[in-house]
């Protein structure tokens, strides 16, 4: 069991708009704002998408967006393409313990 | 270009050692902490572990699952990080990937927080398995 809540799965149609959201504690996203987004093709490598909640980095399309509230983080995909289906991890700084805790991922079908 | 390649994943018996390679380019490697994550077959990311930059000491870190069984270290002289795995479990098999970040962050004078992650390598499989 992941320390971080993500659905396991959410859908869209090109073009559309869809969250996905990533449920922690006090201890870790609601505590910091040190939460960051990951998607991961089949057989690739995870990229970096989104840190410290809500920024972009260099080359990561705008469509691409991230906030959070409370213990609450959310990824926000935009004008939905068919190259965004993959699965997205979200992670985040922990106080105790283990320093880097993640979801268990969430696979987005552009149907 | 900013680039990780590792390397030195394998087919490894119950109980026995292997140490992976990371070897970093296109950025300056003693600047930075160096991470190891794994992911299990079909499974999601798992931390295992940092080495922070010899500025904040080059001290480690270690998620509880590989504490005393795995060792990372780093040689900056070769732009590279290590990942020495013991007493390997059936449990281990994963591909293993090595990034950048983690810690603190000194750059120019400022000095910031980084727990994220980026860029990742292409990964390397260990198999444990007898």
């Known amino acids: 069991q992941s320390a971080l809540t993500q659905p396991a799965s959410v859908s869209g149609s090109p073009g559309q708009s869809i969250t996905i959201s990533c449920t922690g504690t006090?201890?870790?996203?609601?505590?910091?704002?040190?939460v960051s987004w990951y998607q991961q093709h089949p057989g690739k490598a995870p990229k970096l998408m989104i840190y410290?909640?809500?920024n972009r980095p260099s080359g990561v399309s705008n469509r691409f967006s991230g906030s959070k509230s409370g213990n609450t983080a959310s990824l926000t995909i935009s004008g939905l393409q068919a190259e965004d289906e993959a699965d997205y991890y979200c992670?985040?700084?922990?106080?105790?313990?283990?320093?880097?805790?993640f979801g268990g991922g969430t696979k987005l079908t552009v149907l | 270009e900013v680039q990780l390649v590792e390397s030195g994943g394998g087919l490894v018996q119950p109980g026995r050692s292997l140490r992976l390679s990371c070897t970093a380019s296109?950025?300056?490697?003693?600047?930075?902490?160096m991470s190891w994550f794994r992911q299990a077959p079909g499974k999601g990311l798992e931390w295992v572990g940092f080495?922070?930059?010899?500025?904040?000491?080059?001290?480690?870190e270690y998620a509880a699952s590989v504490k005393g069984r795995f060792t990372i270290s780093r040689d900056d002289s070769k732009n590279s990080a290590y990942l020495h795995m013991d007493s390997l479990k059936t449990e281990d098999t994963a591909v293993y990937y090595c990034?950048?970040?983690?810690?603190?962050?000194?750059?120019?004078?400022?000095?910031?927080?980084?727990?994220?992650?980026?860029?990742w390598g292409q990964g390397t499989l260990v198999t444990v398995s007898s």
């Open positions: 990034t950048r970040g983690g810690g603190r962050y000194c750059s120019g004078g400022s000095c910031y927080s980084r727990w994220w992650f980026d860029p």
């Open positions: 296109g950025f300056t490697f003693g600047e930075h902490a």
């Open positions: 080495i922070r930059s010899k500025v904040f000491g080059g001290t480690i």
């Open positions: 006090s201890s870790d996203i609601g505590g910091y704002n040190y």
């Open positions: 410290d909640v809500s």
């Open positions: 992670s985040s700084y922990i106080s105790a313990g283990t320093l880097v805790v």
